[in-house]
């Protein structure tokens, strides 16, 4: 198990090492970058075998911006490995990362690697009021349901639970186009999307909107977010039996407290006329600079959620995660993280794995 993890991370310093130096922008309109990680996960869990696993997962981006109203963006994924994602037996994933057999054949487009493709036209009518639309092959992931301290997998929290809220069913990497106003402190995010199947093979249509208001005080600066979503009538309910649609309702805060520590909340609520595996979540946690220690560029993360179980087996679902995040240099960081999950399902008779995931993580930006 050391060994293969050892494997895992020097196989990422090495290949992204030469990678490195052709990272840059070729010119004022055309720049290149990506994100290359490696990560290794044990797991120690009751009513499941312990065991480890690894994944490396590798995104490359382009952009392109004639002038400052036109951008055209392309984004690719590759991966090597599904890591635990597939092999434990809790029903969240303890890595969010994109990994092998999510890259392929996505959505049922059989279309693989292709990530997002679109074009942005923004209008500029002042210095602090911009109105943008884009349209393509989008991630809703990119408007919607972010958060300062626990939105991004490669960098942040590893596990699904404290990424995004799980119960949101945000698509991802599908035809569709968004907007962003935004007039100063205060913004409006819309995404419409059409997604090639769901887990039932059926085509369906998504809508989001998220509004938010960012405010700096003499304590730090923080965002506040409220996002409403739902899909049409294209997932089965409980018994199998009529197809209804999904709606949510999301909180989503982030808050600086002086210059060592940040806050975050996330709580949000799902309807259940279709067959859902929560209902409700509410998570949170503190991120800690690394200022304390004269680290600056480091932070440690400690976030918990709770997901109450929705109309199918699961009464709830609980995690806590923290982790040290140490960085390098201006391309590398490295993270150790430990994660405890638990599920209880309603029918005792049924397996309620409880356990510790450790983990490391390398991570290269470019």
Do not use: C
């Not at 990119?142 to 929290?157: G, H, I, P, V």
């Not at 995010?189 to 938010?212: C, K, L, P």
């Not at 995040?325 to 005792?348: E, G, H, P």
Request: no cysteine.
């Amino acid at each position: 198990m050391k060994h293969l993890a050892m494997k895992v991370l020097l196989a990422t310093l090495v290949v992204f090492l030469p990678l490195s130096s052709w990272a840059y922008e070729i010119n004022d309109k055309l720049s290149i970058g990506g994100i290359l990680a490696g990560a290794y996960q044990y797991q120690a869990v009751d009513d499941d075998e312990d065991k480890g696993r690894g994944a490396v997962p590798f995104q490359a981006e382009i952009s392109f911006t004639p002038d400052e109203n036109n951008e055209f963006f392309a984004k690719f994924g590759f991966a090597a490995g599904n890591g635990l994602n597939d092999q434990t037996g809790f029903n969240l994933a303890p890595w969010a990362a994109d990994q092998e057999d999510d890259l392929k054949d996505i959505n049922g487009r059989n279309r693989d690697y292709l990530l997002t493709a679109w074009y942005k036209y923004t209008f500029h009518f002042s210095e602090e009021h911009t109105l943008d639309f884009t349209g393509g092959i989008i991630d809703a992931t990119d408007y919607l349901d972010e958060n300062a301290y626990a939105n991004d997998e490669f960098t942040q929290f590893m596990n699904e639970a404290l990424v995004n809220g799980p119960h949101v069913f945000l698509p991802s990497y599908d035809i569709g186009g968004a907007f962003e106003w935004k007039i100063s402190n205060f913004n409006v995010r819309g995404v419409i999307m059409n997604v090639g199947e769901n887990d039932e093979g059926s085509s369906y249509h998504f809508y989001g909107v998220q509004v938010g208001y960012t405010l700096s005080t003499s304590l730090g600066e923080g965002t506040y977010r409220v996002i409403v979503d739902r899909t049409s009538k294209q997932f089965l309910d409980r018994e199998g039996e009529d197809k209804k649609n999904l709606m949510a309702v999301v909180l989503s805060f982030d808050q600086q407290l002086g210059d060592t520590i940040g806050v975050w909340l996330r709580f949000g609520w799902q309807d259940d006329k279709a067959a859902v595996d929560y209902d409700a979540i509410y998570s949170g946690g503190i991120n800690i600079s690394g200022n304390l220690w004269k680290r600056e560029n480091d932070n440690i993360g400690l976030g918990y959620a709770y997901l109450n179980g929705g109309n199918l087996d699961i009464d709830q679902t609980q995690v806590f995660e923290g982790y040290y995040r140490l960085v390098l240099n201006d391309y590398l960081a490295v993270t150790a993280d430990v994660q405890y999950m638990k599920d209880d399902y309603k029918d005792s008779a049924d397996s309620e794995p409880k356990g510790v995931i450790l983990g490391l993580r390398a991570t290269a930006e470019f």
